[in-house]
């Protein structure tokens, strides 16, 4: 056999345990329908060949006395303690082979980490949390997910998000994320007392780091205030997307805040029919590379940008129209509801 095919069948365990299953399976069946031919009933041959080729051996069904009977009960043992054999030594390939992954793969996600700085820790992949990667993403900003759920953290990397199964209530688990170089957290799991102490534990790890956490219940928000959050956010009221805008555009999201002031500004724009909001510009939106003045063109008036945060933190308020969009930017802009508008992120 080639040097390169034998590496080849070292490589796959799965191809060995499936080749030695199907040969076992394959010396039984023959073995048995050998004992058939020669007047054994097929319970009997069965009952014999699965005796013989697992070496348990309780004694013939029926005399071996034919030359013939004699020489497939031979085969039957050896080749049937060959398949044994390398059956056996298959599972225990697999067995290591798939630690050997796991261990690896869980290395190589930690040297992942280890190179980040920056980034944003994620605590909980349920539906806002969902909602919340793809508007990270869409700005440029790198982040990890801590979730316990298994399934869960299978489906994020399968999106391609780096992940790291474990509580985020452990400050062990923080430390492994790198929550001491990391700039924001979000803990968005449905339940307001993790919250609570997720908050709690990242903020004794570190005292700079911006905390945006998940309130459920109105009760809640003076909590994690006071836990150490920088805010806290109800889903029922605002979302993923102005987590999101907390995270990326701290500066532009003063835009959109809840102060009375803006409350007050929002409600005067909703009744002239337009809305204030700030959106990521993502790397394949169609007004990244284009300038404000092209892309309120294209949109027909139902668009218009009023401040743009730049992905290394400028903020450019009242923008000049030649200014050119990049991916990444935060655009604070005005539409015009019930009006088509560019997708954006």
Not at 36 to 60: A, C, K, M, P, Q
Not at 104 to 117: A, E, F, H, P, T
Not at 310 to 320: F, H, M, Q, S
Request: aromatic share 6%.
């Amino acid at each position: 056999m080639p040097p390169h095919h034998k590496s080849r069948l070292a490589d796959n365990p799965w191809r060995n345990l499936l080749g030695g299953t199907l040969y076992l399976l394959l010396v039984i069946t023959l073995s048995t329908c050998a004992f058939v031919h020669n007047g054994w009933t097929w319970s009997e041959s069965f009952y014999f060949v699965i005796n013989t080729v697992f070496l348990v051996g309780y004694g013939e069904v029926h005399p071996i006395q034919t030359p013939e009977l004699l020489t497939i009960t031979i085969s039957t043992i050896i080749l049937g303690w060959l398949g044994i054999t390398f059956l056996a030594a298959a599972f225990v390939q697999f067995i290591t082979f798939t630690q050997i992954q796991q261990l690896l793969g869980v290395k190589r996600m930690k040297s992942q980490i280890d190179k980040m700085s920056g980034h944003v820790i994620i605590c909980g992949y349920g539906r806002i949390g969902q909602m919340l990667t793809g508007e990270l993403r869409a700005g440029g900003a790198d982040f990890i997910i801590v979730d316990r759920d298994e399934a869960r953290l299978a489906e994020a990397a399968a999106h391609g998000h780096l992940t790291w199964a474990g509580d985020a209530t452990d400050e062990s688990v923080l430390e492994a994320v790198g929550i001491r170089r990391a700039r924001a957290l979000a803990s968005v799991v449905p339940n307001d007392a993790v919250n609570v102490f997720i908050t709690l534990s990242a903020r004794n790890l570190n005292k700079n780091l911006e905390i945006i956490a998940r309130g459920e219940a109105t009760s809640t928000k003076s909590k994690l205030l006071q836990a150490g959050a920088n805010s806290v956010v109800e889903p029922t009221h605002i979302g993923a997307e102005r987590i999101a805008q907390l995270i990326l555009y701290p500066r532009t999201s003063s835009f959109t805040d809840g102060s009375s002031r803006m409350r007050t500004f929002s409600a005067g724009l909703r009744t002239l029919g337009l809305e204030l909001e700030v959106m990521a510009v993502a790397a394949n939106s169609p007004l990244a590379g284009t300038t404000i003045e092209k892309a309120e063109h294209e949109a027909i008036g139902s668009l218009f940008i009023i401040a743009i945060n730049r992905k290394n933190g400028e903020t450019l308020t009242r923008p000049d129209p030649s200014t050119v969009i990049e991916p990444g930017d935060g655009v604070v802009v005005i539409t015009r509801a019930g009006r088509s508008t560019p997708k954006i992120s």
